[in-house]
Each structure stands twice: as C-alpha cells, then as structure tokens.
C-alpha cells in the first residue's frame, strides 16, 4: 500500500494558498523554481528529515502476548518538512512578486495550525487523518543557507524566497511487530540443544 501522507501535505499547503489568494490561484504551484513556468508563486519541497525529539519520546512497547507473540504496528515515523515559498517576477514586474509574497506570507501565518478540514486527504487510511494537526512554521535562514539550497537549480537565477517548516508529519508504519515463540530449541544443562528433526 502507497503511503500519501506528504503528498497530503503539499496539496493542503497549495490548496491554503490558493483559497487566500484567489485572485491568482492559477498562478500558484508545487514545483521547482529552476522550471515556474508562468506561475507567480511556487512551493517547492527541498528537505525531509526526521524529527528527533518525537523519536526519542516513543512510548516503550507493551509486553508479549500470552503466547509469546508481540503484535502491534510499529510506531509512526515522523519527519519535518521543508519547503522553498518562491515569488516569480515573470515579465520583470518585481513590485509584483514582492507583493506575492507578502501576501502569501500572511496567508501561511494565519494558518499556523492546520487541521480538520483544512487537511487535504483522498484516503485517510494512507495519508493525513482527521486527528492530524500541521504546524506550519516561518524557517529564517541565513543567507548563505539560501544559496546553498539555490545552488541544486544550476544556470538558475536566485529568486526571492522564504522557507517554510511542517511539522509533525505522522507516516503510519504497515509492518506489524511479531515473532512466534521458538519451538524448535530446547535448552539442555545450560547448552542449547537442537530438537530432533528441527531444521
């Protein structure tokens, strides 16, 4: 089964943009700046990472089943994401990206808690659930950190941009942990002894 949860993500977050922005709805994407096309605004996810401190706070897991198994889903794993917001001066008209971008940037800082209906989601059981809450957070990053991030689009001229980041994004794991018991060993005087006829 295909797990959606960050797909989810991206279209909740054009979506958000485009109902603020409805004037230039058609002029706002998910893609890369190196290729915008005629939009005026473009998101564009350039990192995924791990968010350590919900790794190290998972609850232990529950003791075995009477029978010596251990079934439950492994616990989520949850990832911080990153995303590039970048203003499109298109013909030259630079007034106008400015524009874009402070308006976009007021959209996201009024949405800074997403969830509900506000999630976009086609299947819930592979991608964001009623019970997901999104933060979305302005990221500041240094010059030089900008750069760095505008380097992977070569021949390409830097554009205005901000960076955004979405956090906690939840990825349900489809592994069940289990083992049956070992049947096939005995212990003999502290040795392990093979049973007879085991493979």
Known sequence: ????TIK?????LVDLL????SDIAPLIALASPK???SNVLTLFLYKVIEN???KNDQPPLPPPLPNGTLAQPLPPLTVDLYYLLTAHPGVGNLFEAHRALSRAMRVMHGNAVLRGSQLRSNNPSTGLTADSTLRVTLNPISMEDMTRIWSVFPDTPYEISVTYLVTPVAIESARVLGGAPVVDQL???GHLAPVEGAV
């Open 1 to 4: 089964m295909h797990d959606e």
């Open 8 to 12: 989810d993500v991206s279209r909740t």
């Open 18 to 21: 485009k109902i603020g922005l």
């Open 35 to 37: 290729n915008p096309g």
């Open 52 to 54: 350590a401190y919900l």
């Open 187 to 189: 212990h003999d005087a």
